[in-house]
């Protein structure tokens, strides 16, 4: 099946990663969607590799198969990532290699390759998944180890953006707050909603229109776009 564009989603087997997957092959893009679990349906737009994003031949593997399948890559959603909130000095060296693997060595893995690839097209756009939490922190949900990873993940979209921006490649992120997934029990909704000063949880539908946005903004590098309910904006 040939396409005009493609997309690659890691972490693509559930939440906001599925939908991203469904949303790009509703613009037409064939995908590349990868996650542990994840196993191949009926659409041939959509190629599953299941595997580790941590592990540099999995990203490898993805890259190539994208390569292989449909010979470039456009767009990578570098949504893979896990979240541990504990008290700092609770968590352990496992918690810091576990966070550290998937949040950090995840995206260098496979974004490495991909730009190599957009280098030889002369375009792409990358964008990572972040929190609102890098830019406000909030009293009673412990998240060093989210703030240490994710925030790297936003530092490092501006320096990419600026490095890469004569390239034709832009680099943007995503940073939601808390959205209704899966990892979140419909019994804690309530708690959830009350740390947005809109007063309710995100929908993983408002995380893909900025995704969607930001795919469509020519003109957009280096921006971190908040989807958060206000959570970034200060206290309230």
Do not use: C
Not at 31 to 54: K, L, M
């Amino acid at each position: 099946m040939v396409q005009n564009k493609v997309a690659i989603v890691t972490g693509a087997s559930q939440g906001i990663g599925a939908a991203a997957v469904a949303a790009y092959r509703k613009k037409g893009y064939a995908v590349v969607a990868t996650s542990r679990n994840i196993r191949q349906g009926p659409d041939d737009g959509v190629v599953a590799v299941a595997g580790d994003i941590r592990d540099r031949d999995v990203a490898a593997r993805v890259v190539q198969t994208a390569l292989d399948r449909f010979g470039r890559i456009d767009t990578l959603i570098n949504n893979a990532g896990i979240f541990v909130s504990k008290p700092f000095t609770d968590y352990t060296a496992e918690d810091f290699r576990e966070v550290i693997d998937v949040n950090v060595a995840g995206f260098f893995h496979i974004t490495q390759p991909v730009l190599v690839q957009m280098l030889e097209q002369g375009n792409g756009h990358i964008v990572q998944i972040t929190t609102a939490l890098v830019h406000q922190a909030i009293a009673g949900v412990p998240a060093g180890l989210a703030l240490l990873s994710k925030g790297g993940l936003d530092a490092v979209t501006r320096g990419l953006a600026i490095e890469y921006a004569k390239s034709g490649i832009r680099v943007n992120a995503v940073a939601p707050g808390i959205i209704k997934t899966p990892m979140h029990p419909p019994e804690a909704h309530g708690t959830l909603a009350g740390l947005h000063p809109l007063g309710r949880m995100g929908e993983i539908s408002e995380v893909i229109d900025a995704i969607l946005y930001l795919e469509d903004a020519a003109f957009v590098t280096g921006e971190t776009l908040n989807v958060d309910g206000g959570q970034h904006a200060g206290r309230w």
